[in-house]
């Protein structure tokens, strides 16, 4: 039993990785109808500015993650400017193999960056770890945890009561109709694309802070958002958390368990369940868990 | 006032569709603007809000005052702080959003609270207070089209453009839609207003524009043209009086203007 629930909890933090780059993959996608393939070299920035903040210029944890935070939302910015609002009016397609070229380019960026050495940050009490009825959870893995439910509030109240929060949803759903209302779509787009920055960067300093911090093809953790927002419906930001999550989770529960319990599915297993669970759930419903259909009147 | 000189618009850089158009709507009026499908009456309503440029289009000759301030070369979200409303064709409300916050949308540009403009919306519609917390797409087509022209309102314009605001409503609701036009222009707001249903849009507006092919091709007070034998013809219909289309050579039946 302990086993089971120590698999929970560590699928649940790895999960709240996934939903940070879900949440971002949402942004974009509501408010451009644009999926961003530039996710994972966000991530991968994200994480090697804190890494900058944190090791060459030395300064401590939180700050480096506010650090990394403007910085990738600033990157995110820089982006949609140059890459993406040139093309606004071309097809969503074409838009989205763009993001795929940004994507390359910034990864290329990066790894000249960091060479062939794991980059890490510094995090407070870094080594400890806390115990309690028999499960461990490291201090990284806590502050990981804490930081994405903070996030998603935060963000859900900005969407729900702030007044420009309001008129990113309305650009979503009508740019002609949000412009007659005076709202700016331009300007909106880049704030989409700088929260996207944002949560990649979070979601990067805390694989920078846990584990073998980032390397060459860490980029990959990030494509695991992909079936969690097709998991959790690509337009909902509470289907991108618990898609997110259900990743996470259902990945740590086949690498604890599929060995025994199923090991004719071979090694590795935990890799292809995240998809195999989105292919069980495109089955049931096509949009996702919380992927709104049209709201029309019949 | 609202003043337009010698409009001309393209689309697709080839397309010519307001050829010269030039309109004058005074402080505190109505004034309607009609005209069959195609004579390019919405055109000239994203003229004035600039909403032209997300449809390809161009104005390439004359000018726009807004209340002597050239508009012409200014973006949508200008025009609106400026104070031009547009409640575009079809409504077009925020189907997903709750009926206030398509309210709060519309007052997007406006500093500080907006309590109380939405207050004065729900006055003018008491059926959007009792709905406020619905999904906007699910109400009727009436309330919908309420939504819309108070979500314009909570900017407060000086002016409205309402686009076909009959579209689509059942005759008693197109009385009451009437009604509040009418309402909101006796609380200081200039309207144009832009529509098929000639009659209704006759009786209220002090001054009626007719247009066709993307020019102007009348202009008279309301009074004079519901009189009109022309306009009666080929807008308001003429029951018992009507001409019988049968006996008409098919060329006859289309109506040549002099302009």
């Given at each position: 039993?302990t086993t089971?629930?120590?698999?929970?909890?560590d699928g649940f933090a790895q999960g709240?990785?996934?939903a940070?780059?879900a949440l971002?993959f949402?942004?974009?996608?509501?408010a451009?109808l644009?999926?961003s393939?530039?996710?994972?070299a966000?991530?991968?920035?994200g994480?090697?500015?804190a890494?900058?903040?944190s090791?060459?210029?030395d300064i401590?944890?939180?700050?480096?993650?506010?650090?990394?935070v403007?910085?990738?939302?600033?990157?995110?910015?820089?982006?949609?400017?140059?890459?993406?609002?040139?093309m606004v009016?071309?097809?969503?397609f074409?838009?989205?193999?763009?993001t795929?070229?940004?994507?390359?380019?910034?990864?290329?960026l990066a790894?000249?960056?960091?060479g062939?050495?794991?980059?890490g940050?510094t995090?407070?009490?870094?080594g400890?770890r806390?115990e309690?009825l028999?499960?461990?959870?490291s201090h990284?893995?806590?502050g990981?945890?804490?930081?994405?439910?903070?996030t998603?509030?935060a963000?859900?109240?900005?969407?729900?009561?702030?007044?420009t929060g309001?008129?990113?949803r309305?650009?979503?759903?009508?740019q002609e109709?949000a412009l007659a209302q005076?709202?700016r779509?331009?300007?909106m787009?880049?704030?989409?694309?700088?929260?996207a920055?944002g949560?990649?960067?979070?979601a990067?300093t805390f694989?920078?802070?846990?584990?073998?911090g980032i390397?060459?093809?860490?980029?990959?953790?990030a494509l695991k958002a992909?079936?969690?927002?097709i998991i959790?419906?690509?337009?909902?930001?509470?289907?991108?958390v618990?898609?997110?999550i259900l990743?996470?989770?259902?990945e740590?529960?086949?690498?604890?368990?599929?060995?025994?319990?199923?090991?004719w599915l071979g090694?590795n297993f935990a890799?292809v369940?995240?998809?195999?669970?989105m292919?069980l759930?495109?089955l049931?419903?096509?949009y996702?868990l919380?992927?709104?259909?049209?709201?029309e009147?019949? | 006032?609202?003043?337009?000189?010698n409009?001309?618009v393209?689309y697709?850089d080839v397309i010519l569709?307001?050829?010269g158009v030039s309109l004058?709507?005074?402080d505190?009026?109505i004034v309607?603007?009609l005209?069959?499908?195609?004579?390019?009456?919405?055109?000239l309503?994203?003229?004035?809000?600039?909403?032209l440029?997300?449809h390809?289009g161009e104005?390439?000759?004359g000018e726009?005052?807004?209340?002597?301030t050239?508009?012409h070369?200014a973006d949508a979200p200008?025009?609106?702080?400026?104070?031009l409303g547009?409640v575009?064709?079809?409504?077009?409300?925020f189907?997903?959003?709750?009926v206030?916050?398509?309210?709060?949308?519309?007052g997007?540009t406006?500093k500080?609270?907006?309590n109380e403009a939405?207050?004065?919306?729900y006055?003018?519609?008491?059926?959007?207070?009792?709905?406020?917390?619905?999904t906007?797409?699910?109400?009727?087509?009436?309330e919908?089209q309420?939504?819309?022209m108070?979500r314009?309102?909570?900017?407060?314009p000086?002016?409205?453009l309402l686009?076909?605001?009959s579209?689509?409503?059942?005759?008693?609701?197109?009385a009451?839609?009437?009604d509040?036009?009418?309402?909101?222009?006796?609380?200081?707001?200039t309207?144009?207003?832009v529509e098929?249903?000639?009659?209704m849009?006759?009786s209220?507006?002090?001054?009626?524009?007719?247009?066709?092919h993307?020019?102007?091709?009348?202009d008279k007070p309301?009074a004079?043209l519901l009189e009109?034998?022309?306009?009666r013809?080929f807008y308001?219909?003429?029951g018992?009086a009507?001409?019988?289309?049968?006996n008409?050579?098919?060329?006859?039946r289309?109506?040549?203007?002099?302009?």
């Open positions: 039993m089971f629930f120590q698999a929970v909890l709240s990785i996934y940070l780059l971002g949402v942004m974009i996608y509501k451009t644009v999926i393939f530039a996710q994972p966000l991530m991968v920035c994480g090697l500015f890494h900058h903040a090791r060459v210029w401590p944890f939180w700050p480096s993650l506010a650090i990394a403007l910085c990738g939302a600033v990157l995110g910015m820089v982006v949609e400017r140059l890459a993406l609002r040139p009016g071309k097809p969503v074409t838009l989205a193999i763009i795929i070229g940004v994507d390359i380019a910034l990864r290329v790894n000249r960056y960091m062939a050495d794991p980059r940050v995090y407070p009490n870094g400890r806390y309690f028999g499960l461990s959870i990284q893995r806590l990981l945890i804490a930081v994405t439910i903070v998603v509030i963000l859900a109240l900005f969407f729900r009561y702030a007044k309001l008129a990113m309305a650009t979503a759903l009508s109709t005076g709202i779509v331009g300007t787009f880049a704030l989409a694309w700088a929260i920055g949560l990649a960067a979070i990067g694989v920078a802070a846990t584990g073998a390397e060459q093809n860490t980029w990959i953790i992909l079936p969690a927002i959790g419906g690509l337009d909902s930001i509470p289907g991108a618990v898609g997110g990743v996470g989770l259902i740590s529960l086949t690498a604890v368990f599929q060995p025994d319990v199923a090991p090694n890799l369940a995240p998809y195999a669970l292919f759930i495109l049931v419903k096509p996702g919380f992927g709104t259909k049209e709201v009147r019949v | 006032m609202l003043e337009v000189k409009l001309e393209v697709n569709v307001l050829r004058t709507v005074p505190g009026s309607a603007l005209g069959a499908n195609g004579a390019g009456k919405t055109t309503l994203r003229a004035l809000s600039g909403l440029d997300i390809d104005i390439t000759k726009i005052h807004l209340a002597g050239p508009i070369h200008k025009i609106v702080e400026a104070g547009q575009l064709e079809g409504r077009r409300v189907g997903e959003f709750t206030e916050e398509n309210l709060r949308v519309g997007h406006r500080g609270g907006l939405i207050e004065e919306v006055e003018l519609f008491p059926v959007l207070k009792e709905r406020r917390k619905n906007a797409g699910y109400l009727s087509g009436g919908q309420m939504l819309a108070g314009a309102l909570v900017a407060q000086k002016i409205l686009d076909e605001p579209l689509g409503l059942a005759p008693r609701i197109v009451q839609i009437k509040i036009i009418a309402q909101i222009n006796e609380r200081g707001t309207v144009l207003l098929q249903n000639a009659t849009a006759l209220i507006a002090d001054h009626g524009y007719v247009m066709e993307g020019k102007i091709v009348m309301a004079e009109d034998e022309d306009i013809d308001l219909g003429r018992e009507a001409t019988s289309y049968r008409i050579k098919h060329y006859k289309r109506k040549r203007w002099l302009s």
